[in-house]
């Protein structure tokens, strides 16, 4: 499957964000979901991920009731709703795809296709 992320750029330290990634290729309904992210000089980590029903999904503490994680299966669309953001928030968002058949992960090698990043600073 192939994704492709968008929505990011410059906002103020409380306020909101949405970034979406749209995918293309294989059936969507039959991957979980993953956003991933990227500071300047620091590893890449998980943000939230979302099964292929939409029916459970998990979040970083970081993220925790601020974010959510969303999927519309007949846009071929995941979402992220970035509430309260804060300048710690500020990193590249990647998307991520992995097979239906497995659980929800966390960990980056058990996702299997990834988009290009979008950015996203807050400023305080």
């Known amino acids: 499957v192939q994704l492709q992320a968008s929505g990011g750029g410059l906002v103020q330290a409380g306020g909101s964000l949405r970034l979406s990634c749209v995918a293309s290729?294989?059936?969507?309904?039959?991957?979980?979901m993953g956003w991933f992210r990227q500071a300047p000089g620091k590893e890449r980590e998980f943000v939230a991920a979302?099964?292929?029903?939409?029916?459970?999904?998990h979040y970083a503490d970081s993220v925790k009731g601020r974010f959510t994680i969303s999927r519309d299966n007949a846009k071929r669309t995941v979402y992220l709703q970035m509430n309260n953001v804060e300048p710690k928030d500020t990193a590249v968002y990647y998307c991520?795809?992995?097979?239906?058949?497995?659980?929800?992960?966390?960990?980056?090698?058990?996702?299997?296709?990834w988009g290009q990043g979008t950015q996203v600073t807050v400023s305080s």
């Open positions: 991520a795809a992995r097979p239906g058949t497995y659980g929800l992960a966390t960990m980056m090698h058990m996702y299997d296709s």
């Open positions: 290729g294989r059936t969507f309904s039959n991957y979980h």
């Open positions: 979302i099964t292929w029903s939409g029916g459970s999904t």
